[in-house]
């Protein structure tokens, strides 16, 4: 809390002031036609808007075709007034503005006194004759009323339809947490635009939302998405409009708590076991999260305020985290039991070290057991483990707002919104057990300010702007115990002491992370929309422009600690894997990789100019056009780290003149042609166009048909060039493959070349992994939408749409160094000949083998001497991945009304693509997993990595009447139920040939090849059930040597999820607009076995795993949440 506090005066000020700034909030507009009773048209009639809650008052005359429209009007309840000479006065109430909505309301003025008046008490239709784009509208009673777990209202985004949680690309540990990645409509998971206020509220380092504020804060949001108007941008799926809550002229406001407590939760279904009673141990969890909101008037009419704090603190300790550490049979170097199919696989073990899988255990690593002396033990016979990482979470979140009306046609507006976050370090809290210390610690901060303005120039004329400045400080904790050096590896360094990163798979345990080191990662972004309305005729102009200067600083330690990898690949026998736990006893690593910090400074601008037109034809028709410009202006590296790599300079033997000692090929900034310290060229030729119209098809606004196509583009976070600073010179990052674990750098010359500086003149490191740019191109969405919505009685609507796009340019990278296979062994002399390549190994040994991989890679084949003996992995960062996406998505809502809210859709859709971003998600350039087919993109041509062939959604509020009989009101008036049901067929999982040593199967050096299917039915057992086989082993297998496997990318289904959960609450009223609510939500009603399907945390897909296509992992079982909230 101290570390938020210091900001909490900066909020209250930013929050009481009025600034004479540019800004727009999100907003809405009513336009319509007024008529006589004949059908003529009535000009000159008198418009005026009344926001009932604050006073603000807009007015406008209707033109020369009777038309009117009222742009940019604050959210919230309004009566409209039409009144022209000669007629009755039109008078509607009870109209509600939601957040971008465009509602029609037609006036027919009856001749009469003008004193006269003929009143309609109405909400807006609720189908759509104007604006084209396909949306819905999360409004304040689902934010509040609903289940959301955590409070995180972007839930609520998926139960919009067309919309898919994207797991892999999710927040990262060097982000601000608990930010899903969505994937609307086929689009991009990281390709939602959010704005808050009207204001940008993308997080530039990984395109996810910003913080956005918790329930009770949050007016409401709008998600739309398919060719949209040209005023939205930025990014290429779709786009989230929220809005902060405001202040009155009434004092309102909020006190809540809700609590959860492990006493009432069911236990998790693969708990760990107590030996001592044979019965699962419930995980521990405390959780409370407090805060209240209030807001009113500080002057009647003129100025408002509302402010809201949210305080969470969590305590838990899952038991449900699994490893495999090595058994006391293990240990006397006994492998028959954990070698066996008891264990999951029947493996024979490499008989150059063990005889009927045993081994003498003198043969063991010292540095392996000075590890395992410091790790838990456990009596399974297999060597399974069950443990808890610790949690101890606090999040504090801070908004204020202030709405000042100048006058009836200025308004200015300033919001603040903090938020902190801070997580210890488990293995702080848990010191006796190391194995924690595979996860980090948080401290973040998010800071986001806006202010601006709506001004009318005239009724026809309306200039709205925002400004805003948006800060996170993500530090990542990465835990202090021990390094290499400290259990004996020789002639080693560590750019963090006590600190190491170990990896045993297939299975095993881990020590430390790549991703879950001390790092810190800041970003600055500062923003400013301009966009103007004019009303002309029978055209309604949006003209416009935007602008946002990013400014990314990342100081991470990927690998500066080094990283010890072990895949069994040492003691299996070809073409099996052997036991990863073995591999490390041993002291046979399959990989060391080492590099210096990757620090990554990047700045960016973006800049975009729009203009688009609502051109109303008629009664029934209006047109939607218009044109956006957005250049991609390309990030620059201030820091200069970021090479080129061209085949046509090595072949000429070209070398960098900045760095003279670099392999041949490579460019640098300030070597000649180089663009800048960017590595790419800017493209200003970016133009969208968009197109649609909307139909009204009987004039009544009850019937509508729309349809619309247009161009987007997206632009690349700032995290994608986290490999491109550790290549060599920079970080030198460097891979030894099969090395010692004892002295991993005993054979290289020269021996351990860290800790490592570089200038001009440094040499470059052997074996080095290169990231490189090429001249990417922003990615680009084609979208269209066909829409049909139909209105049936006064708030029931029904709605099918189709939806469809085609994704180009989308990131990925591409190895250019793969190895080339070598068939059969080696000749007398022990030489391997290929396609009139020779190489050397033991005379009788396979010619292709994991060790010598580095030998067999092209630059090595072919230009040793310039370049190849310093290039491994050399790896393209691309834009040649795309997608196409169709979908269909059917709409039944019920606006709130008689206490019943309903909103049901069903998406059936299908998205299929070519060399997508990686299964890691985080940057689509990690040179761990380029695309596997090198020089092939089609051949990996596969499902999307976010397409759900089907997905229905459920949410509805009910409650009960106030009866009129004093007792049954007692009783039965006040309920509120709330449920939410979910379900989505699985994702597709990739079926990859497994390990390391399929590296070596054709060649390719390159991870996630595809398995061989063999036939039968890929799904072993339908069931789902805990423990199961999803997959089914039988019908897959490893490649012939030399070849690819024919499975598909993603071309196996996973199993289907759902979710149901439900609130129920009881509102006793105090006096007269003020109650007590009191509140039970439950997750997983059911307590349903509910498998994790896919992920790190689904069934491996890696047929050498002994657990591959094993349902091992669970999502929650039931919890139970209690809220008290006192409401005034």
Avoid at 182 to 211: E, K, Q, W
Avoid at 285 to 311: A, D, E, H, S, W
Avoid at 528 to 543: P, T
Wanted: charged fraction near 15%; aromatic fraction near 10%; proline fraction near 6%.
């Amino acid at each position: 809390m101290r570390y938020l506090g210091r900001y909490a005066s900066v909020a209250l000020l930013i929050s009481l002031i009025g600034c004479s700034q540019v800004w727009a909030q999100a907003t809405a507009q009513i336009s319509g036609t007024v008529t006589d009773p004949s059908g003529a048209l009535l000009p000159s009639a008198e418009v005026t808007a009344t926001q009932t809650q604050t006073g603000v008052v807009r007015s406008t005359t209707s033109n020369e075709t009777g038309s009117y429209v009222l742009p940019n009007l604050p959210l919230g309840p309004y009566k409209l007034e039409i009144a022209l000479s000669g007629f009755r006065t039109f008078v509607q109430s009870g109209i509600v503005l939601q957040v971008n909505s465009s509602p029609v309301i037609n006036a027919v003025l009856e001749l009469g006194q003008r004193t006269e008046l003929v009143e309609v008490v109405a909400n807006t239709a609720m189908v759509e004759t104007r604006n084209v784009g396909i949306g819905q509208i999360i409004e304040e009673q689902r934010i509040l009323e609903l289940p959301l777990n955590g409070r995180n209202v972007t839930e609520l985004i998926t139960l919009g339809g067309a919309a898919v949680d994207v797991a892999q690309f999710a927040s990262q540990p060097r982000s601000m947490q608990g930010q899903r990645a969505i994937s609307v409509a086929g689009g991009l998971a990281s390709g939602v635009n959010y704005a808050l206020d009207g204001a940008m509220h993308t997080n530039p380092y990984d395109h996810l939302s910003l913080p956005l504020p918790f329930p009770d804060a949050l007016q409401e949001f709008k998600i739309e998405t398919s060719a949209l108007s040209a005023s939205q941008g930025q990014h290429s799926g779709a786009q989230v409009n929220a809005v902060t809550k405001s202040g009155t002229n009434d004092f309102h406001g909020s006190i809540f708590e809700f609590v959860r407590n492990d006493l009432l939760n069911a236990t998790e279904y693969f708990a760990r076991v107590d030996p001592n009673t044979g019965k699962k141990v419930q995980s521990s969890l405390k959780r409370n999260q407090f805060g209240g909101t209030v807001g009113g008037p500080i002057l009647r009419n003129r100025l408002f305020f509302f402010g809201g704090y949210q305080g969470t603190t969590e305590r838990s300790d899952p038991l449900n985290v699994e490893a495999f550490v090595p058994t006391a049979a293990m240990m006397q170097g006994d492998f028959t039991t954990a070698a066996s199919a008891a264990c999951g696989r029947q493996v024979t073990l490499n008989p150059q070290f063990f005889t009927n899988n045993r081994v003498d255990p003198s043969q063991f690593s010292p540095v392996a057991l000075n590890i395992l002396k410091r790790i838990p033990q456990t009596t399974d016979p297999c060597g399974r483990i069950v443990y808890g990482v610790p949690n101890k979470n606090d999040t504090n979140q801070i908004v204020g707002r202030t709405d000042w009306q100048l006058s009836g046609a200025h308004q200015i507006t300033g919001r603040v919104l903090l938020t902190g976050e801070k997580r210890p370090v488990p293995y702080e809290l848990a010191p006796d057990n190391l194995l924690t210390t595979a996860n980090a610690g948080q401290k973040n901060f998010a800071q986001s300010y806006a202010v601006g303005d709506t001004w009318v120039l005239s009724p026809r004329t309306v200039i709205s702007s925002r400004l805003v400045a948006n800060y996170t400080d993500v530090q990542r904790l990465g835990a202090e115990f021990f390094d290499y050096g400290d259990v004996g590896v020789k002639n080693y360094y560590s750019y963090q002491p006590d600190y190491l990163q170990l990896t045993i798979s297939n299975p095993g345990f881990n020590l430390g992370g790549a991703i879950q080191n001390t790092s810190t990662y800041r970003t600055f972004s500062s923003g400013l929309n301009v966009d103007a309305s004019l009303s002309r005729g029978a055209h309604q102009w949006a003209i416009g422009g935007a602008a946002q200067w990013v400014d990314s600083n990342s100081n991470a330690n990927v690998n500066s600690s080094g990283r010890f990898s072990f895949t069994g690949a040492r003691t299996g026998v070809a073409p099996q894997n052997g036991l990863a736990l073995a591999d490390f006893m041993l002291g046979l690593p399959a990989t060391f990789v080492q590099s210096a910090p990757n620090t990554n400074y990047m700045r960016k601008w973006y800049m975009a100019l729009y203009v688009a037109d609502a051109w109303k034809l008629n009664s029934r028709w209006t047109i939607n056009y218009g044109l956006r410009w957005e250049p991609d202006l390309a990030e620059t590296l201030t820091l200069g780290r970021v090479a080129t790599y061209s085949e046509e300079r090595r072949a000429a033997g070209v070398r960098s003149i900045v760095f003279p000692n670099a392999p041949a090929g490579f460019h640098y900034p300030g070597d000649p042609g180089f663009e800048g310290k960017r590595g790419r060229k800017r493209n200003w030729l970016p133009l969208a166009p968009r197109l649609g119209f909307a139909w009204d098809v009987a004039g009544d606004g009850r019937t509508s048909v729309r349809a619309s196509a247009g161009i987007a583009y997206d632009y690349p976070n700032a995290q994608y060039h986290l490999w491109t600073s550790i290549i060599p010179p920079f970080g030198s990052s460097t891979t030894l493959n099969n090395p010692s674990f004892d002295d991993p750098w005993a054979p290289v010359p020269g021996g351990n070349p860290f800790p490592k500086d570089f200038g001009p003149d440094t040499p470059f490191v052997q074996n080095g992994n290169f990231t490189v740019m090429s001249d990417i191109d922003p990615a680009q969405v084609q979208s269209w939408n066909l829409s049909i919505q139909r209105q049936l009685r006064r708030d029931w609507l029904i709605s099918a749409s189709y939806i469809g796009s085609h994704t180009i340019h989308m990131l990925g990278s591409e190895q250019l160094n793969p190895a080339m296979f070598f068939p059969g062994v080696a000749d007398a002399n022990g030489n391997c000949s290929f396609q009139g390549f020779t190489i050397t190994t033991t005379p009788g040994a396979a010619c292709s083998t994991f060790s010598n991989t580095n030998l067999r890679r092209r630059l090595t084949l072919i230009d040793r001497q310039q370049t190849g003996q310093f290039v491994q992995n050399l790896v393209e960062i691309q834009s040649g991945g795309n997608a196409s996406y169709n979908g269909l998505l059917l709409e039944v809502r019920k606006r709130a009304g008689k206490g019943v809210t309903i909103d049901a859709n069903y998406t059936w859709s299908h998205c299929i693509g070519a060399f997508q971003a990686n299964e890691a998600g985080d940057t689509g350039a990690n040179p761990d997993l380029p695309q596997p087919f090198p020089g092939n993109r089609d051949r990996g041509r596969g499902n999307c990595l976010s397409d759900v062939r089907h997905v229905l959604n459920l949410t509805s509020v009910l409650e009960t009447p106030r009866f009129a009989n004093n007792t049954l009101r007692l009783v039965a008036s006040g309920w509120r139920l709330a449920p939410i049901y979910r379900y989505r067929t699985g994702s597709y999982l990739n079926i990859v040939a497994g390990g390391a040593q399929d590296w070596a199967r054709n060649g390719t050096n390159i991870n996630n090849q595809p398995a061989e299917y063999i036939g039968g039915d890929p799904i072993a057992d339908h069931s789902a059930g805990p423990n199961t086989f999803w997959l089914n082993r039988a019908a897959f297998t490893t490649p012939t040597p030399g070849t690819f496997g024919n499975v598909g990318v993603r071309s196996v289904v996973g199993p289907s999820q759902w979710d149901f959960d439900l609130a129920l609450s009881r509102v006793f009223p105090i006096r007269e607009a003020q109650r007590i609510e009191f509140r039970w939500e439950a997750y997983n009603v059911t307590n349903s076995f509910r498998p994790v399907g896919s992920g790190a945390m689904g069934p491996s897909t890696d047929v050498a795993n002994q657990f591959f296509g094993q349902l091992r992992n669970a999502r929650p079982p039931r919890i139970m949440q209690f809220a008290l909230k006192y409401v005034f």
